[in-house]
């Protein structure tokens, strides 16, 4: 077994920890000289699985990994264009919207802009522990997949959620659900041809780009789009709401009362979940209203249903599904299902493992993002993308992650003191502020 020692590791190479790198790299050069990040995919690819060519980002490309921290910056999505030689054709475009695939090649010119802290690429996280010294909580113990444990003092968490799958269809062989997040590469390995039976849940954004996609991906399949609300439902954001996505709003809302975010948070669900933006349900709809103009019927909505049951039955999947208007139930016979369910609400797992293996009953973290431990320590942890309950509705996005980036990074100066990575106990760190 190999046993590497670093001051900072960071789990994920997604926007919050590259965001997290260049705050290293323009706050504290000598802490990101002995940080690393790992990520498991082979290459930076924001998204992989639905970095599909027409989809675009929903933010503006001014939030990106650092302007709204430090519009000086050299490691902006502006100056990557600039680098790059396209910033004329970026300007022509006359949009605030780049391409999903223009954010992912910012996020890769990012990490070979880096100059001080490592990235390390297909190296995948499978545990992390604590290591105990003289009774206190001294270092992180990460297990990578080949056996590697990498010990940090400072650890930060930026794998993203885990993808959300209703338990329902648990039992179902895992070679016949693609969720979202696996769409590129299992869709890539069907046979284009092929009149497959598909079924396709959820109501998201998600879902719809995975309905829009399927035209082109699976052009002589039957789909069936499945979704238990009433309609599909344009998501509410106005330039009012949009202030809840602020950084500078992150202050207010976790000085709020728990029932106060929670109402918060319910107003807002259907400016970011379960909604789709309006330019794609307009080309939803014409879709299938040419399709109906034309006599086809393979593609279709079908709302207000449940799936109930779900088995494999010899070379075919039965979905039980009941109407919620009527309490009837029929069957639909597919051969693949498709997942536009979204992430799940828990703590990703490789959270949920840590917490349970040093002893912590409830995932909580200061402002500062800092993980609460109960028990003395003098190292720490940081959870990016995962506290939309106490730090707000902009969260998960590249709205906040550049102060975030920044917050983290103070707080880690300020826990390791003067002295550097040898100061200070963590039992003293700051508490909720
Ligand atoms: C299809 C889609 C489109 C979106 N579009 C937008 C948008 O336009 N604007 C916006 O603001 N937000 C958007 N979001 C929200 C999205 O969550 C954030 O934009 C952003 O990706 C969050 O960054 P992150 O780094 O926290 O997580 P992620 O982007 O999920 O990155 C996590 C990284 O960690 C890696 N990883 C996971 N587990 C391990 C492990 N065990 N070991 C090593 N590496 C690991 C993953 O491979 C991944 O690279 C979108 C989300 C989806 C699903």
């Not at 039957?222 to 202050?251: G, I």
């Amino acid at each position: 077994m190999t046993r590497r020692e670093v001051e900072l590791l960071a789990i994920g190479a997604g926007p919050s920890n590259l965001g997290l790198a260049v705050a290293l790299e323009e706050l504290a050069p000598e802490l990101a000289e002995n940080s690393l990040i790992i990520e498991r995919n082979p290459a930076i690819d924001w998204q992989h699985g639905m970095l599909l060519p027409w989809a675009k980002s929903q933010v503006s490309f001014l939030k990106d990994l650092v302007t709204l921290r430090n519009p000086r910056s050299r490691f902006s999505f502006l100056s990557h264009l600039h680098a790059t030689g396209r910033l004329d054709d970026f300007i022509n475009m006359n949009s605030f919207l780049p391409y999903r695939i223009e954010i992912s090649e910012y996020l890769d010119w990012v990490a070979r802009s880096l100059s001080r802290v490592t990235l390390e690429l297909g190296r995948d996280c499978v545990a992390i522990t604590g290591e105990q010294v003289d009774g206190s909580l001294a270092r992180w113990l990460a297990t990578l997949a080949d056996g590697t444990v990498i010990a940090a003092r400072y650890l930060v968490i930026g794998t993203g959620r885990d993808p959300y799958v209703p338990p329902v269809l648990a039992s179902l062989p895992a070679a016949r659900v693609i969720h979202s997040t696996q769409y590129r590469p299992r869709v890539a390995g069907l046979s284009r041809e092929m009149p497959y039976r598909v079924a396709l849940l959820g109501g998201s954004q998600s879902a719809a780009e995975v309905f829009r996609a399927l035209r082109h991906d699976l052009p002589n399949s039957d789909v069936a789009w499945l979704t238990r609300s009433v309609s599909l439902t344009a998501d509410q954001s106005s330039k009012f709401s949009n202030e809840f996505y602020f950084p500078s709003y992150v202050d207010e809302f976790f000085a709020s009362a728990p029932a106060a975010r929670e109402r918060i948070l319910a107003d807002l669900y259907k400016t970011n979940y379960s909604c789709v933006t309006p330019a794609m349900l307009e080309q939803l709809y014409t879709d299938l209203y040419l399709d109906r103009l034309g006599g086809r019927s393979a593609r279709r909505l079908i709302t207000m249903v449940d799936i109930t049951d779900a088995r494999e039955s010899g070379d075919e999947l039965e979905l039980e599904i009941t109407d919620r208007n009527t309490g009837r139930t029929t069957e639909l016979r597919r051969d693949l299902v498709f997942l536009g369910t979204g992430f799940s609400w828990q703590a990703p797992r490789l959270v949920r493992e840590l917490a349970d293996a040093i002893g912590i009953d409830k995932v909580a973290v200061t402002r500062r993002y800092q993980l609460l431990i109960n028990r003395p320590a003098s190292a720490a942890c940081y959870l990016q993308g995962i506290n939309e309950s106490t730090h707000g509705i902009g969260d998960s996005l590249f709205s906040v992650l550049a102060h975030r980036a920044q917050d983290i990074t103070l707080d880690i100066l300020a826990h390791r003191g003067p002295g550097g990575a040898t100061a200070v106990p963590a039992a003293a760190a700051e508490g909720n502020r």
